[in-house]
């Protein structure tokens, strides 16, 4: 599964990182920060998704590599 991330800049300075993919949308107060809240929030939604069954597996991977393995963030 591939991610992506979205990045735009509010007028106040704040940075929205969105993942379209995932109907994820966050802020951050600069670009690392929203880039960083991104990814973790993919990360989570993604194992979560898959240990409810929602996302398919297919093929095992030990929980550690899943998030690297899942997310092509950039």
């Known amino acids: 599964m591939k991610l992506t991330i979205e990045l735009d800049r509010e007028v106040d300075g704040r ?12 802020y951050g107060n600069s670009k690392q920060d ?4 991104a990814q973790s929030v993919a990360q989570e939604t993604v ?6 069954g929602e996302l398919p597996l297919g093929r095992r991977m ?4 899943l998030p690297h393995d ?3 963030l950039g």
């Open 15 to 26: 940075w929205i990182a969105e993942v379209p993919e995932l109907n994820g949308l966050l």
């Open 34 to 37: 929203a880039i960083q809240r």
């Open 47 to 52: 194992l979560d998704r898959i240990a409810y």
């Open 62 to 65: 030990p929980h550690s590599s």
């Open 70 to 72: 899942l997310l092509a």
